[in-house]
């Protein structure tokens, strides 16, 4: 079975806030050298909600040099205001990009037709591959399977969507109703341990946080549904459902996430946007401990 695990990076920041291009590629080639299928750029997990656009513009040209022509690049161009959503469309996908992520306007719930008609304004105005963002949690809303549909039947750039709810019953509605019908529609999971359930239920993989930790780790869960060695994915699957305690650590699991990744090398520094807090030694600790289960890997 073929699977794809693709990591919605994390953004390197210096001290003083500002992206840290060094840190980023050093964080890019991680992530390519452990086999990962692709790359998010400016997804929740990446920050976009508290830059500037035109910090984002700086990262996205960045980005795209670095990663291009190595694995898939996606690229979060999500903002409450829809024109800038269009305009950073546009520019990702004239950067390079392979496709743009997009969350809808969070704040007031949107209707079914007010949804509709959000992503219908941006694929006609960006000539690119969209990838819709269903994260409920953080909008207050969900995006129904049928809305996703009509969407995919009425653009054919509207190729796919990332869906991050913990349960798996929406995703797998998604799966029937939409690649039913149309089968190339890419249907990812947004929390780790849905990913072996995507791909057994007929999606196409995940785009979970975990993997800016230990990218070889997932590969191997990818490569284990290659092989259909079904003890491999158990066993993986068992070792995730205890490192997702890593998103309990704290509130929002951004800083423990990073402080991870401080922790093991990967980056030198765990700076977050304000007001998201800073992990704390104990926290460190904590999640040094959660990181024990997969021995090494």
């Not at 690049?73 to 950067?95: F, Q």
């Not at 990838?131 to 129904?144: C, E, L, V």
């Not at 785009?207 to 290659?226: H, Q, T, Y």
Request: charge should be negative.
């Amino acid at each position: 079975m073929k699977a794809e695990y693709i990591t919605p990076a994390i953004t390197v920041f210096k001290e003083d806030g500002t992206p840290d291009f060094d840190g980023l590629k050093k964080l890019y080639d991680h992530l390519i050298t452990g086999g990962i299928s692709g790359i998010l750029v400016l997804g929740s997990i990446g920050e976009f909600f508290a830059m500037s656009k035109e910090d984002k513009k700086d990262i996205i040209r960045f980005a795209v040099d670095v990663i291009k022509g190595r694995v898939k690049i996606l690229i979060g161009t999500n903002s409450m205001i829809p024109g800038e959503t269009v305009e950073l469309s546009k520019y990702a996908v004239e950067c390079g990009a392979d496709g743009a992520v997009i969350i809808p306007p969070y704040y007031f719930t949107l209707t079914d037709d007010s949804i509709y008609e959000f992503y219908a304004e941006i694929a006609r105005e960006v000539q690119g591959d969209i990838y819709i963002y269903n994260f409920p949690d953080r909008t207050g809303y969900d995006i129904s399977p049928q809305v996703m549909l009509r969407l995919a039947r009425d653009f054919k750039n509207i190729v796919g969507c990332k869906d991050t709810i913990p349960g798996v019953a929406h995703t797998r509605e998604i799966i029937k109703i939409v690649k039913s019908e149309i089968p190339d529609f890419k249907v990812y999971s947004g929390f780790d341990d849905n990913f072996a359930y995507n791909i057994l239920s007929g999606g196409d993989g995940c785009i979970g946080g975990l993997s800016n930790v230990i990218p070889g780790f997932f590969k191997e869960w990818m490569d284990a549904f290659g092989e259909n060695n079904l003890l491999k994915i158990s066993e993986m699957q068992q070792s995730v459902n205890k490192m997702m305690n890593i998103y309990d650590v704290g509130v929002p699991f951004v800083p423990y996430i990073k402080n991870a990744m401080k922790g093991m090398g990967i980056i030198d520094c765990d700076k977050v946007t304000f007001p998201l807090p800073q992990a704390k030694d104990e926290d460190s600790k904590k999640l040094m401990e959660i990181l024990d289960v997969l021995d090494g890997k």
